[in-house]
């Protein structure tokens, strides 16, 4: 696709629920990159896959939160037993390669609430 | 660990300068620069690779120091649409970004 496209765009979820957020990266990127946004703060790397090397999850916050990656194409962000404190925008990027001074393409996220 | 930018905010009138720093206490291998408006997705502007390379386009330019790991964004005659939350990224050694803080910028008519 022309862009990174994130689905759902909200998501409003009971607390304790489990919550899967998508991710379609640019064809052909094969860097993928997921970030949390708390409300009027920074962005806070929680996973990285390239190509078909093992994920970098050093980022992710808790046992709760695990992804996936088919191939070079779609993420999946799986968040379990949901906390008030997962309540954020989750946002996916993608780069054509890592290191090689090209610059990230980052979805329009997912709003997540957590109720 | 997170890079440090500087200032917080910053409130212009149209016409005015701005300059936004970022610091970093690990060796850089590149930075990144971003802009955020309210409710969007952070847009890149710019990568600067380590070299002390520096880079520009329209009015908006960039420097990066490798040997203070500093990077600093210039932004010059602001204009409107200049206004948003700009995020520094730094890279070590080619992998993911860890992002500074942001800094507010809003350009007033």
């Known amino acids: 696709g022309a862009g990174v496209s994130q689905s759902p765009s909200n998501k409003v979820t009971e607390k304790g629920k489990d919550v899967e957020l998508r991710c379609d990266p640019i064809s052909g990127h094969t860097a993928l990159y997921w970030y949390r946004q708390r409300l009027g703060q920074g962005l806070e790397f929680l996973i990285y896959?390239?190509?078909?090397?093992?994920?970098?999850k050093s980022g992710l916050p808790s046992d709760r939160f695990s992804a996936e990656r088919t191939g070079e194409s779609v993420s999946t962000l799986t968040i379990q037993r949901t906390q008030q404190e997962d309540s954020a925008v989750y946002l996916c990027?993608?780069?054509?390669?890592?290191?090689?001074?090209?610059?990230?393409?980052f979805g329009s996220g997912t709003r997540l609430t957590v109720v | 660990q997170q890079p440090v930018q500087s200032p917080q905010a910053v409130i212009l009138r149209e016409g005015e300068d701005a300059v936004i720093n970022c610091s970093s206490s690990k060796a850089l291998y590149s930075v990144h620069w971003y802009r955020q408006k309210h409710g969007e997705a952070p847009v890149f502007l710019m990568i600067?690779?380590?070299?002390?390379e520096q880079k520009g386009h329209d009015k908006i330019s960039a420097s990066f120091n490798e040997k203070k790991q500093q990077s600093s964004l210039y932004l010059t005659a602001s204009q409107l649409s200049y206004s948003g939350t700009y995020f520094c990224g730094t890279e070590h050694a080619g992998n993911m970004l860890t992002f500074g803080g942001g800094t507010r910028l809003m350009v007033k008519p």
């Open positions: 990027a993608s780069s054509p390669a890592p290191g090689l001074g090209y610059g990230y393409t």
């Open positions: 600067l690779l380590k070299g002390g």
């Open positions: 896959f390239q190509g078909n090397s093992a994920p970098d």
